[in-house]
């Protein structure tokens, strides 16, 4: 069984900083990439930042140059530091990871149960 476990979330006022970690645990063979994903109320998913096993990361344009996605291989863990936050960065975080678990053959995704961010004006 896999788990991906977030923290991190909070309430912070406009313009400040936070720092959001996920660790995936359990029968883990392999990490492909990983991810972080968020849902405003109303909204769909979408994608904030995700960082290959190489540790290439690709952004959001609404968070570029702001967010930033690092991973430790060695841990199984990825964190995303969010700097300079407005109220639209508001909304629920998901982190994700592609990954092949042990008695399996193929990778799959899975996912955290998510951490709330509330950026006030």
């Known amino acids: 069984q896999v788990q991906l476990v977030e923290s991190g979330g909070g309430l912070v006022q406009a313009g400040g900083s936070l720092r959001l970690s996920c660790a995936a645990s359990g029968s883990i063979v392999s990490i492909n990439h990983m991810g972080w994903y968020r849902q405003a109320p109303g909204k769909q998913r979408e994608l904030v930042a995700t960082?290959?096993?190489?540790?290439?990361?690709n952004y959001a344009d609404s968070v570029k140059g702001r967010f930033t996605i690092s991973r430790d291989n060695a841990k199984n863990t990825v964190d995303l530091q969010m700097n300079s936050l407005k109220p639209e960065d508001t909304a629920v975080y998901y982190c994700?990871?592609?990954?092949?678990?042990?008695?399996?053959?193929?990778?799959?995704?899975?996912w955290g149960q998510g951490t709330q961010v509330t950026v006030s004006s």
């Open positions: 960082i290959t096993r190489g540790l290439i990361a």
């Open positions: 994700n990871a592609n990954l092949r678990s042990s008695g399996t053959v193929y990778y799959y995704t899975a």
